[in-house]
Protein backbone atom coordinates (compact mmCIF):
# COMPACT_ATOMS: atom_id res chain seq x y z
CA UNK A 1 0.00 0.00 0.00
CA UNK A 2 2.43 2.53 0.69
CA UNK A 3 4.88 1.41 -2.17
CA UNK A 4 1.88 1.97 -4.71
CA UNK A 5 1.15 5.56 -2.77
CA UNK A 6 4.60 6.50 -3.32
CA UNK A 7 4.43 5.85 -6.95
CA UNK A 8 1.18 7.91 -6.94
CA UNK A 9 2.65 10.36 -5.54
CA UNK A 10 6.01 10.14 -8.04
CA UNK A 11 3.61 11.14 -11.10
CA UNK A 12 1.89 13.89 -9.66
CA UNK A 13 5.16 15.37 -8.81
CA UNK A 14 5.77 15.25 -12.51
CA UNK A 15 3.05 17.75 -13.30
CA UNK A 16 4.43 21.32 -13.25
CA UNK A 17 1.02 22.81 -11.15
CA UNK A 18 1.31 20.13 -8.27
CA UNK A 19 4.99 20.34 -7.52
CA UNK A 20 5.49 23.07 -5.70
CA UNK A 21 2.73 22.17 -3.76
CA UNK A 22 3.71 18.56 -2.62
CA UNK A 23 7.44 19.82 -2.58
CA UNK A 24 7.79 20.80 1.07
CA UNK A 25 5.68 18.03 2.81
CA UNK A 26 7.18 15.35 0.87
CA UNK A 27 10.47 15.27 2.47
CA UNK A 28 8.91 14.64 5.91
CA UNK A 29 5.55 12.00 4.27
CA UNK A 30 8.32 9.72 2.78
CA UNK A 31 10.52 8.69 5.97
CA UNK A 32 7.02 7.56 7.55
CA UNK A 33 5.62 5.71 4.76
CA UNK A 34 9.02 3.76 4.93
CA UNK A 35 9.33 3.08 8.18
CA UNK A 36 5.94 1.72 8.20
CA UNK A 37 6.68 -0.81 5.31
CA UNK A 38 8.52 -3.56 6.39
CA UNK A 39 6.55 -4.18 9.66
CA UNK A 40 3.42 -3.70 7.67
CA UNK A 41 4.78 -6.26 5.15
CA UNK A 42 5.27 -8.88 7.61
CA UNK A 43 2.28 -8.73 8.60
CA UNK A 44 0.48 -9.14 4.98
CA UNK A 45 2.76 -11.96 4.87
CA UNK A 46 1.94 -13.48 7.84
CA UNK A 47 -1.71 -13.13 7.03
CA UNK A 48 -1.23 -14.39 3.67
CA UNK A 49 0.46 -17.72 5.11
CA UNK A 50 -2.28 -18.32 7.32
CA UNK A 51 -5.16 -17.73 4.54
CA UNK A 52 -3.28 -20.12 2.33
CA UNK A 53 -2.52 -22.64 5.14
CA UNK A 54 -6.74 -22.33 5.67
CA UNK A 55 -7.21 -22.53 2.12
CA UNK A 56 -4.98 -25.50 1.31
CA UNK A 57 -6.90 -27.38 4.79
CA UNK A 58 -10.09 -26.37 3.93
CA UNK A 59 -12.34 -29.55 3.16
CA UNK A 60 -9.25 -31.60 3.61
CA UNK A 61 -9.41 -35.43 4.69
CA UNK A 62 -6.31 -36.28 6.87
CA UNK A 63 -7.41 -40.14 6.56
CA UNK A 64 -7.48 -40.37 2.83
CA UNK A 65 -4.06 -40.82 0.93
CA UNK A 66 -2.94 -38.81 -1.91
CA UNK A 67 -4.74 -39.63 -5.30
CA UNK A 68 -6.84 -41.96 -3.65
CA UNK A 69 -8.64 -43.87 -6.28
CA UNK A 70 -5.57 -43.39 -8.74
CA UNK A 71 -2.38 -44.63 -8.91
CA UNK A 72 -0.66 -45.64 -5.89
CA UNK A 73 0.96 -42.83 -3.63
CA UNK A 74 4.86 -43.20 -4.05
CA UNK A 75 7.43 -42.55 -0.50
CA UNK A 76 11.02 -41.82 -0.81
CA UNK A 77 12.68 -42.68 1.86
CA UNK A 78 16.44 -42.13 2.69
CA UNK A 79 18.10 -42.54 6.52
CA UNK A 80 21.29 -40.62 7.88
CA UNK A 81 23.00 -42.95 10.37
CA UNK A 82 24.28 -41.10 13.35
CA UNK A 83 25.77 -43.94 15.63
CA UNK A 84 24.88 -47.42 15.67
CA UNK A 85 25.55 -49.88 18.71
CA UNK A 86 25.12 -51.65 20.98
CA UNK A 87 25.69 -54.87 19.04
CA UNK A 88 24.67 -58.12 21.40
CA UNK A 89 24.99 -60.94 19.91
CA UNK A 90 22.98 -62.77 23.09
CA UNK A 91 19.98 -60.86 22.19
CA UNK A 92 20.92 -60.69 18.94
CA UNK A 93 19.68 -56.92 18.32
CA UNK A 94 21.68 -53.96 17.46
CA UNK A 95 20.83 -50.18 17.67
CA UNK A 96 21.48 -47.28 16.03
CA UNK A 97 20.33 -43.55 15.95
CA UNK A 98 19.40 -41.89 12.52
CA UNK A 99 17.51 -38.99 10.51
CA UNK A 100 14.34 -41.05 9.01
CA UNK A 101 13.44 -39.15 6.09
CA UNK A 102 10.18 -39.61 4.10
CA UNK A 103 8.69 -37.33 1.62
CA UNK A 104 5.70 -37.64 -0.91
CA UNK A 105 3.16 -35.58 -3.63
CA UNK A 106 0.22 -34.59 -1.79
CA UNK A 107 -1.57 -32.30 -5.00
CA UNK A 108 -4.28 -31.16 -2.17
CA UNK A 109 -1.43 -28.87 -0.75
CA UNK A 110 -0.14 -27.24 -3.75
CA UNK A 111 -0.25 -23.62 -2.99
CA UNK A 112 0.70 -20.47 -5.92
CA UNK A 113 4.19 -19.39 -6.05
CA UNK A 114 7.67 -19.82 -7.12
CA UNK A 115 9.13 -22.96 -7.87
CA UNK A 116 11.56 -22.65 -4.83
CA UNK A 117 9.05 -21.61 -2.17
CA UNK A 118 9.24 -23.27 0.82
CA UNK A 119 7.17 -23.41 4.54
CA UNK A 120 8.67 -24.76 7.59
CA UNK A 121 5.38 -26.20 9.52
CA UNK A 122 4.98 -26.75 12.90
CA UNK A 123 4.73 -30.28 13.94
CA UNK A 124 1.13 -29.22 14.98
CA UNK A 125 0.25 -29.57 11.29
CA UNK A 126 1.50 -33.13 11.27
CA UNK A 127 -1.87 -34.16 12.79
CA UNK A 128 -3.95 -31.95 9.97
CA UNK A 129 -2.48 -33.60 7.11
CA UNK A 130 -2.21 -37.03 5.41
CA UNK A 131 1.44 -39.13 6.47
CA UNK A 132 2.36 -42.79 5.60
CA UNK A 133 1.93 -45.07 8.31
CA UNK A 134 5.53 -46.42 8.41
CA UNK A 135 6.52 -49.33 10.73
CA UNK A 136 9.77 -51.40 11.33
CA UNK A 137 8.95 -54.54 10.67
CA UNK A 138 12.19 -56.05 12.46
CA UNK A 139 12.44 -53.53 15.46
CA UNK A 140 11.72 -54.04 18.32
CA UNK A 141 12.03 -51.13 20.74
CA UNK A 142 12.13 -47.91 18.95
CA UNK A 143 11.34 -44.49 19.46
CA UNK A 144 11.56 -41.30 19.40
CA UNK A 145 13.80 -38.40 21.05
CA UNK A 146 11.43 -35.40 22.36
CA UNK A 147 14.28 -33.97 24.55
CA UNK A 148 13.51 -30.64 24.98
CA UNK A 149 11.08 -31.35 22.15
CA UNK A 150 9.55 -34.08 19.71
CA UNK A 151 12.50 -33.88 17.54
CA UNK A 152 10.83 -33.78 14.11
CA UNK A 153 9.89 -31.15 10.96
CA UNK A 154 7.62 -30.53 8.14
CA UNK A 155 8.30 -28.89 5.15
CA UNK A 156 6.09 -28.02 2.35
CA UNK A 157 6.55 -27.16 -0.74
CA UNK A 158 4.94 -25.25 -3.68
CA UNK A 159 4.23 -28.23 -6.27
CA UNK A 160 2.45 -29.91 -2.69
CA UNK A 161 5.57 -32.14 -1.60
CA UNK A 162 5.76 -32.60 1.73
CA UNK A 163 9.33 -33.91 3.63
CA UNK A 164 8.79 -35.17 6.98
CA UNK A 165 11.80 -35.65 8.37
CA UNK A 166 12.17 -37.51 12.59
CA UNK A 167 15.03 -38.96 14.68
CA UNK A 168 14.65 -42.07 15.86
CA UNK A 169 16.80 -44.67 18.14
CA UNK A 170 15.48 -48.36 16.44
CA UNK A 171 16.65 -51.22 17.94
CA UNK A 172 15.76 -54.31 15.45
CA UNK A 173 16.77 -58.11 15.47
CA UNK A 174 19.62 -59.13 13.60
CA UNK A 175 19.72 -62.87 13.16
CA UNK A 176 23.33 -63.53 13.56
CA UNK A 177 25.80 -66.68 12.10
CA UNK A 178 28.36 -67.21 14.66
CA UNK A 179 30.14 -70.32 12.82
CA UNK A 180 32.79 -68.28 11.92
CA UNK A 181 32.95 -65.76 15.69
CA UNK A 182 35.32 -64.33 15.91
CA UNK A 183 36.36 -63.66 12.14
CA UNK A 184 32.81 -63.33 11.03
CA UNK A 185 30.91 -60.46 9.10
CA UNK A 186 27.51 -60.08 10.23
CA UNK A 187 24.60 -58.70 8.01
CA UNK A 188 22.04 -56.97 10.10
CA UNK A 189 18.82 -55.72 8.28
CA UNK A 190 16.60 -53.00 8.91
CA UNK A 191 13.21 -53.86 6.97
CA UNK A 192 10.08 -51.43 6.86
CA UNK A 193 7.04 -50.49 5.20
CA UNK A 194 3.25 -49.97 5.55
CA UNK A 195 1.43 -51.29 8.47
CA UNK A 196 -2.14 -51.10 6.36
CA UNK A 197 -1.10 -49.97 2.99
CA UNK A 198 -1.32 -52.68 0.07
CA UNK A 199 1.32 -52.19 -2.68
CA UNK A 200 -2.18 -50.83 -4.39
CA UNK A 201 -1.99 -47.79 -2.74
CA UNK A 202 1.49 -47.22 -1.18
CA UNK A 203 4.84 -47.85 -2.72
CA UNK A 204 7.98 -47.37 -1.24
CA UNK A 205 10.91 -46.84 -2.97
CA UNK A 206 14.37 -45.67 -1.69
CA UNK A 207 15.96 -41.71 -2.75
CA UNK A 208 17.64 -41.65 -5.72
CA UNK A 209 20.28 -38.58 -4.75
CA UNK A 210 20.83 -40.62 -1.17
CA UNK A 211 19.54 -43.65 0.34
CA UNK A 212 21.43 -44.45 3.52
CA UNK A 213 24.22 -42.03 4.37
CA UNK A 214 26.40 -41.92 7.61
CA UNK A 215 28.15 -39.70 9.46
CA UNK A 216 31.83 -39.68 9.50
CA UNK A 217 32.56 -39.39 13.04
CA UNK A 218 31.11 -42.59 13.37
CA UNK A 219 33.01 -45.08 15.48
CA UNK A 220 32.11 -48.81 16.49
CA UNK A 221 33.81 -50.41 19.51
CA UNK A 222 33.37 -53.99 18.22
CA UNK A 223 32.78 -53.92 14.54
CA UNK A 224 33.44 -51.95 11.46
CA UNK A 225 30.45 -50.83 9.17
CA UNK A 226 32.10 -52.28 5.35
CA UNK A 227 28.80 -51.49 3.45
CA UNK A 228 25.05 -50.62 3.50
CA UNK A 229 23.30 -52.48 0.86
CA UNK A 230 19.92 -51.43 -0.21
CA UNK A 231 17.14 -52.59 -2.15
CA UNK A 232 12.81 -52.24 -3.13
CA UNK A 233 10.94 -55.33 -2.10
CA UNK A 234 7.29 -56.35 -2.47
CA UNK A 235 6.99 -59.11 -0.37
CA UNK A 236 3.43 -61.13 0.50
CA UNK A 237 2.20 -60.96 3.92
CA UNK A 238 -0.31 -63.16 5.46
CA UNK A 239 -3.20 -61.01 7.21
CA UNK A 240 -6.18 -62.06 9.14
CA UNK A 241 -7.93 -62.36 5.72
CA UNK A 242 -8.09 -65.50 3.69
CA UNK A 243 -5.88 -63.97 0.93
CA UNK A 244 -2.74 -62.79 1.14
CA UNK A 245 -1.92 -59.18 0.09
CA UNK A 246 1.39 -57.77 -1.37
CA UNK A 247 3.24 -55.34 1.00
CA UNK A 248 5.85 -52.50 -0.39
CA UNK A 249 8.65 -52.24 1.67
CA UNK A 250 12.29 -51.53 1.91
CA UNK A 251 15.29 -53.12 2.82
CA UNK A 252 18.76 -52.04 3.87
CA UNK A 253 21.50 -54.36 5.12
CA UNK A 254 24.62 -53.31 7.75
CA UNK A 255 27.66 -55.16 7.01
CA UNK A 256 29.13 -55.32 10.14
CA UNK A 257 33.11 -56.67 10.48
CA UNK A 258 34.18 -57.55 14.15
CA UNK A 259 37.32 -56.63 15.56
CA UNK A 260 40.05 -59.41 16.27
CA UNK A 261 42.32 -57.84 18.38
CA UNK A 262 40.66 -58.02 21.59
CA UNK A 263 40.10 -62.13 21.09
CA UNK A 264 43.73 -62.15 19.82
CA UNK A 265 44.80 -60.63 23.28
CA UNK A 266 42.50 -62.35 25.66
CA UNK A 267 41.61 -65.40 24.27
CA UNK A 268 44.28 -66.57 21.27
CA UNK A 269 47.74 -65.42 22.75
CA UNK A 270 47.23 -67.46 26.36
CA UNK A 271 45.77 -70.32 24.86
CA UNK A 272 48.70 -70.63 22.37
CA UNK A 273 51.08 -70.05 26.27
CA UNK A 274 49.68 -72.71 27.79
CA UNK A 275 50.08 -75.11 25.16
CA UNK A 276 53.95 -74.37 24.35
CA UNK A 277 54.12 -73.97 28.91
CA UNK A 278 53.06 -77.36 28.62
CA UNK A 279 55.61 -78.63 26.80
CA UNK A 280 58.27 -77.95 29.31
CA UNK A 281 57.37 -81.00 30.61
CA UNK A 282 59.25 -82.47 27.91
CA UNK A 283 62.18 -81.35 29.48
CA UNK A 284 61.99 -82.44 33.19
CA UNK A 285 62.82 -85.70 34.04
CA UNK A 286 60.92 -88.97 33.75
CA UNK A 287 61.43 -89.75 37.27
CA UNK A 288 59.80 -86.38 38.39
CA UNK A 289 56.27 -87.30 38.38
CA UNK A 290 54.83 -84.92 40.83
CA UNK A 291 56.63 -82.15 38.72
CA UNK A 292 55.11 -83.21 35.79
CA UNK A 293 51.72 -84.20 36.97
CA UNK A 294 51.33 -81.07 38.78
CA UNK A 295 52.57 -78.87 35.65
CA UNK A 296 49.63 -80.75 33.26
CA UNK A 297 47.14 -80.17 35.48
CA UNK A 298 47.42 -76.87 35.69
CA UNK A 299 47.68 -75.86 32.60
CA UNK A 300 44.46 -78.27 31.36
CA UNK A 301 42.42 -76.47 34.24
CA UNK A 302 43.72 -72.51 33.51
CA UNK A 303 42.61 -73.88 29.94
CA UNK A 304 38.59 -74.61 31.04
CA UNK A 305 38.40 -71.73 32.93
CA UNK A 306 39.83 -70.13 29.94
CA UNK A 307 37.24 -71.56 27.46
CA UNK A 308 34.81 -70.94 29.49
CA UNK A 309 35.52 -67.37 29.72
CA UNK A 310 35.48 -67.01 26.09
CA UNK A 311 32.10 -68.06 25.72
CA UNK A 312 29.99 -65.47 28.59
CA UNK A 313 29.20 -63.12 25.76
CA UNK A 314 27.95 -65.45 23.31
CA UNK A 315 24.50 -67.54 23.32
CA UNK A 316 24.00 -71.13 23.68
CA UNK A 317 24.08 -71.84 19.97
CA UNK A 318 24.15 -75.96 19.29
CA UNK A 319 27.15 -75.05 16.80
CA UNK A 320 30.46 -74.65 17.44
CA UNK A 321 32.61 -71.56 16.56
CA UNK A 322 35.44 -70.79 15.19
CA UNK A 323 36.73 -69.84 18.60
CA UNK A 324 35.49 -73.08 20.13
CA UNK A 325 37.96 -75.55 17.92
CA UNK A 326 40.64 -73.73 18.98
CA UNK A 327 39.89 -73.73 22.61
CA UNK A 328 39.78 -77.56 21.37
CA UNK A 329 42.50 -77.94 19.73
CA UNK A 330 44.69 -76.02 22.57
CA UNK A 331 42.86 -78.22 25.33
CA UNK A 332 43.54 -81.25 23.31
CA UNK A 333 47.15 -80.38 22.71
CA UNK A 334 47.56 -79.93 26.64
CA UNK A 335 45.79 -83.41 27.59
CA UNK A 336 47.95 -85.19 25.08
CA UNK A 337 50.90 -83.99 27.14
CA UNK A 338 49.82 -85.52 30.22
CA UNK A 339 48.69 -88.76 28.02
CA UNK A 340 52.67 -88.30 26.80
CA UNK A 341 54.05 -88.56 30.08
CA UNK A 342 51.62 -91.17 31.37
CA UNK A 343 52.99 -93.65 28.53
CA UNK A 344 56.83 -92.00 29.51
CA UNK A 345 56.10 -93.32 32.83
CA UNK A 346 54.92 -96.79 32.36
CA UNK A 347 57.86 -97.44 29.97
CA UNK A 348 60.48 -96.31 32.54
CA UNK A 349 62.45 -98.87 34.24
CA UNK A 350 63.23 -99.53 38.13
CA UNK A 351 66.57 -98.49 39.14
CA UNK A 352 66.71 -95.24 36.69
CA UNK A 353 65.64 -92.75 39.28
CA UNK A 354 67.11 -89.70 40.31
CA UNK A 355 70.70 -91.21 42.08
CA UNK A 356 73.05 -89.30 40.43
CA UNK A 357 76.24 -90.93 42.79
CA UNK A 358 76.95 -94.40 43.45
CA UNK A 359 76.35 -95.39 47.04
CA UNK A 360 79.74 -95.38 49.27
CA UNK A 361 81.59 -99.22 49.71
CA UNK A 362 83.38 -100.07 53.03
CA UNK A 363 84.66 -102.80 54.87
CA UNK A 364 83.35 -101.31 58.25
CA UNK A 365 80.05 -101.94 57.29
CA UNK A 366 78.25 -105.29 58.78
CA UNK A 367 75.07 -104.37 57.56
CA UNK A 368 76.22 -105.28 53.99
CA UNK A 369 77.81 -108.37 54.45
CA UNK A 370 74.70 -109.82 56.32
CA UNK A 371 72.40 -109.03 53.02
CA UNK A 372 74.16 -112.23 51.39
CA UNK A 373 71.77 -114.05 49.21
CA UNK A 374 70.40 -117.77 50.17
CA UNK A 375 71.94 -119.29 46.88
CA UNK A 376 75.64 -118.58 48.43
CA UNK A 377 74.61 -120.02 52.01
CA UNK A 378 73.03 -123.39 50.32
CA UNK A 379 75.86 -123.53 48.15
CA UNK A 380 78.69 -123.33 50.76
CA UNK A 381 76.69 -125.55 52.62
CA UNK A 382 76.13 -128.37 49.83
CA UNK A 383 79.79 -128.17 49.19
CA UNK A 384 81.52 -128.09 52.97
CA UNK A 385 79.03 -129.23 55.33
CA UNK A 386 80.12 -132.50 57.37
CA UNK A 387 78.34 -135.44 57.49
CA UNK A 388 75.60 -135.10 60.43
CA UNK A 389 74.09 -132.56 57.82
CA UNK A 390 72.91 -135.84 56.08
CA UNK A 391 70.12 -137.27 57.30
CA UNK A 392 69.94 -141.13 57.29
CA UNK A 393 65.75 -141.32 58.03
CA UNK A 394 66.07 -139.92 54.11
CA UNK A 395 64.44 -142.70 52.00
CA UNK A 396 66.80 -143.76 49.49
CA UNK A 397 65.88 -142.78 45.47
CA UNK A 398 64.71 -145.19 43.49
CA UNK A 399 66.40 -144.52 40.08
CA UNK A 400 69.79 -143.37 41.22
CA UNK A 401 72.82 -146.27 40.05
CA UNK A 402 74.85 -145.01 43.25
CA UNK A 403 73.63 -147.19 46.44
CA UNK A 404 75.29 -144.79 49.00
CA UNK A 405 73.45 -141.59 47.26
CA UNK A 406 71.56 -140.39 50.61
CA UNK A 407 68.33 -137.83 49.45
CA UNK A 408 69.24 -134.70 51.28
CA UNK A 409 66.78 -131.99 51.62
CA UNK A 410 66.93 -128.74 49.82
CA UNK A 411 68.04 -125.75 52.01
CA UNK A 412 66.84 -123.30 50.28
CA UNK A 413 64.06 -122.50 52.78
CA UNK A 414 67.06 -122.93 55.46
CA UNK A 415 68.90 -120.30 54.30
CA UNK A 416 71.09 -118.00 57.16
CA UNK A 417 72.89 -114.77 56.64
CA UNK A 418 76.70 -114.61 56.43
CA UNK A 419 79.45 -112.40 57.74
CA UNK A 420 81.77 -110.41 56.57
CA UNK A 421 84.29 -113.63 55.71
CA UNK A 422 81.40 -115.18 54.31
CA UNK A 423 81.65 -118.03 57.10
CA UNK A 424 78.24 -118.92 58.82
CA UNK A 425 78.52 -117.98 62.50
CA UNK A 426 77.14 -120.28 65.02
CA UNK A 427 74.34 -118.63 65.56
CA UNK A 428 73.66 -118.96 61.84
CA UNK A 429 74.30 -122.66 62.36
CA UNK A 430 71.98 -122.97 65.22
CA UNK A 431 69.19 -121.50 62.97
CA UNK A 432 69.89 -124.16 60.06
CA UNK A 433 69.72 -127.08 62.63
CA UNK A 434 66.46 -125.58 63.57
CA UNK A 435 65.47 -125.27 60.20
CA UNK A 436 66.48 -128.97 58.99
CA UNK A 437 64.96 -130.39 62.22
CA UNK A 438 61.06 -128.53 61.49
CA UNK A 439 61.88 -129.86 57.33
CA UNK A 440 63.08 -133.58 58.14
CA UNK A 441 64.21 -135.42 61.08
CA UNK A 442 63.18 -134.18 64.52
CA UNK A 443 66.64 -135.83 65.87
CA UNK A 444 69.06 -134.09 63.09
CA UNK A 445 71.64 -131.70 64.75
CA UNK A 446 74.28 -129.82 62.81
CA UNK A 447 77.60 -129.34 64.24
CA UNK A 448 79.56 -126.55 63.19
CA UNK A 449 82.66 -126.78 61.07
CA UNK A 450 85.12 -124.78 62.40
CA UNK A 451 88.30 -126.56 60.56
CA UNK A 452 86.65 -125.53 56.94
CA UNK A 453 85.69 -122.79 55.40
CA UNK A 454 84.63 -121.71 51.97
CA UNK A 455 87.05 -121.54 49.15
CA UNK A 456 86.73 -118.15 48.44
CA UNK A 457 87.02 -117.47 52.41
CA UNK A 458 90.49 -118.95 52.23
CA UNK A 459 92.12 -117.57 49.73
CA UNK A 460 90.71 -114.17 50.39
CA UNK A 461 92.92 -114.73 53.51
CA UNK A 462 96.16 -115.29 51.52
CA UNK A 463 98.06 -112.14 50.61
CA UNK A 464 98.44 -111.28 47.10
CA UNK A 465 101.55 -110.82 46.96
CA UNK A 466 103.21 -113.81 48.96
CA UNK A 467 100.26 -116.26 48.58
CA UNK A 468 99.99 -117.45 52.28
CA UNK A 469 97.48 -116.73 54.88
CA UNK A 470 97.60 -113.40 56.47
CA UNK A 471 95.54 -111.00 57.83
CA UNK A 472 92.64 -109.68 55.56
CA UNK A 473 93.16 -106.32 54.09
CA UNK A 474 90.49 -103.63 54.89
CA UNK A 475 88.41 -102.77 51.04
CA UNK A 476 89.59 -99.57 50.06
CA UNK A 477 86.63 -97.17 49.51
CA UNK A 478 85.76 -96.39 46.19
CA UNK A 479 85.08 -92.76 44.45
CA UNK A 480 81.47 -91.31 43.97
CA UNK A 481 81.29 -91.95 40.67
CA UNK A 482 78.34 -89.69 38.88
CA UNK A 483 74.87 -91.72 37.57
CA UNK A 484 73.45 -89.42 34.81
CA UNK A 485 69.70 -89.45 34.54
CA UNK A 486 68.37 -91.56 31.58
CA UNK A 487 66.10 -88.95 29.26
CA UNK A 488 63.56 -91.08 27.26
CA UNK A 489 63.13 -91.67 23.52
CA UNK A 490 59.55 -90.61 23.80
CA UNK A 491 60.34 -86.83 25.22
CA UNK A 492 63.26 -86.31 22.46
CA UNK A 493 60.78 -87.07 20.13
CA UNK A 494 57.74 -85.14 21.57
CA UNK A 495 59.93 -81.84 21.99
CA UNK A 496 59.93 -81.87 17.77
CA UNK A 497 56.33 -83.91 16.85
CA UNK A 498 54.37 -82.07 19.20
CA UNK A 499 55.59 -77.99 17.44
CA UNK A 500 55.35 -79.51 14.50
CA UNK A 501 51.86 -80.70 14.86
CA UNK A 502 50.65 -77.46 16.61
CA UNK A 503 52.43 -74.91 13.91
CA UNK A 504 50.65 -77.48 11.46
CA UNK A 505 47.77 -77.28 12.62
CA UNK A 506 47.25 -73.24 13.44
CA UNK A 507 47.55 -72.52 9.74
CA UNK A 508 45.40 -74.73 7.93
CA UNK A 509 43.23 -73.25 10.94
CA UNK A 510 44.09 -69.21 10.07
CA UNK A 511 44.05 -70.04 6.85
CA UNK A 512 40.61 -71.75 6.28
CA UNK A 513 38.98 -69.22 8.35
CA UNK A 514 40.45 -66.12 6.85
CA UNK A 515 39.27 -67.24 3.35
CA UNK A 516 36.10 -68.30 4.11
CA UNK A 517 35.28 -64.99 5.52
CA UNK A 518 36.87 -63.11 3.28
CA UNK A 519 39.66 -61.50 5.54
CA UNK A 520 42.73 -63.44 3.99
CA UNK A 521 41.92 -61.67 0.74
CA UNK A 522 41.54 -57.91 2.44
CA UNK A 523 45.03 -58.84 3.87
CA UNK A 524 46.68 -60.05 0.78
CA UNK A 525 45.30 -56.36 -0.81
CA UNK A 526 46.81 -54.12 1.57
Not at 145 to 163: A, E, M, S
Not at 168 to 174: E, P, R, Y
Not at 388 to 404: E, G
Request: proline share 6%; hydrophobic share 40%; net charge positive.
Amino acid sequence: MDVYLYIKLKKMLNRPCLSIIFLLPFPLVLPISLKQTQPEAQKNNHRNISIILDNLLRGYDNSVRPDFGGSPAVVEVDIMVRSMGPISEVDMTYSMDCYFRQTWVDRRLAFPGNASDTLALSISMLGRIWKPDTYFYNGKHSYLHTITTPNKFVRLYQNGRVLYSSRLTIKAGCPMNLEDFPMDIQRCPLKFGSFGYTAKDLIYKWNDIRQVATAEDMKLSQFDLIATPAANRTDPLSNSDSQAAKYSMLLVSFHLQRHMGNFLIQVYGPCVLLVVLSWVSFWLNREATADRVSLGITTILTMTFLGLEARTDLPKVPYPTALDFFVFLAFTFIFATIIQFAVVHYFTKYGSGECYFSADLSSDSDSEDEDWASLETTEYIAREAPDNLRLPSAKRTSNCNDPNFIEVIPLSACSVPMTSRRRPSRQSWSRLSACLRRNGDANTNVALPEETAPPDVEASRRSPQTGVAGRHPKRRRKKRTPRFNSVSKIDRASRIVFPLLFVTINMFYWYFYLSRTKRFRNLTDS
